[in-house]
Structures are given as C-alpha cells and as structure tokens.
C-alpha cells in the first residue's frame, strides 16, 4: 500500500521557520518528482514546490520564492520543506504527493499519490 506521510506542522509566529518531512512507502519511486500543495480553509490547492528525481531542479510558486526550499533525502523517498519567514497568510494544511516520470508536475492533476496533510498555522 502506497504511503505519504508528512511531518513538522505546527503552530509558529510570523517570522518563524518550521521544516515539514514527507516519507512515501509501499512501491518504488525511481523517476518521481515530489512536489507540496497547500490548502487554505475554503479555497482550493494550490501548488507550493517542487523537486525531480535527481534533486538538480526545484519549482516555487511566487509566493514562497525565496522563503521555502524543497530538498530530497539521499534514499529519494523522504522530501523536505523548509519554510523560513513564515507569514500568516502561509496558514494551510501542507500535503506532500508524488508525480510519475514525464509529468509537469505543476498541477494538481499531474501527481498520484497524495499523503494525509500536515496543519502549518502562523500567527501574526
């Protein structure tokens, strides 16, 4: 059974950083590309980053360009998010999924594999 399980939600002040983890289990991810949506209440998913196979290319909404970094683990399977000066607006449930080689991997529709969510709050 294939499995995304992310990590590191929490509730931060504005200007904090806090690093989520995703670890996928239950197949084979050779080719992936691993990529973050978040989803604020009320509003749909959006695509926050996102990074190949051989971790030589990242993708970054606008919004978090410059703040958010996604990296990969040396065994390919974990992924990392590091959100550095936090804004309230950041506030959303952060997923963690999983695109099959030769997708875009910008969009929503591109990945097939989707974990469970991690809550990311942020104060002001």
């Known amino acids: 059974q294939v499995q995304l399980a992310e990590s590191g939600g929490g509730l931060v002040q504005a200007g904090d950083s806090l690093r989520l983890s995703c670890t996928a289990s239950g197949r084979t991810f050779n080719g992936y590309t691993m990529g973050w949506f978040r989803q604020a209440p009320g509003k749909e998913r959006h695509f926050v980053g996102a990074?190949?196979?051989?971790?030589?290319?990242?993708y970054y909404a606008d919004s978090v360009k410059g703040r958010f970094t996604i990296s990969r683990g040396n065994a390919k399977n974990t992924v990392y998010l590091q959100m550095n000066s936090l804004k309230p607006e950041d506030t959303a449930v952060y997923y963690c999924a999983a695109a099959p080689p030769g997708r875009y991997a910008r969009s929503f529709y591109d990945y097939n594999y989707w974990g469970q969510g991690t809550q990311v709050t942020v104060s002001s």
């Open positions: 990074i190949n196979w051989s971790s030589d290319s990242t």
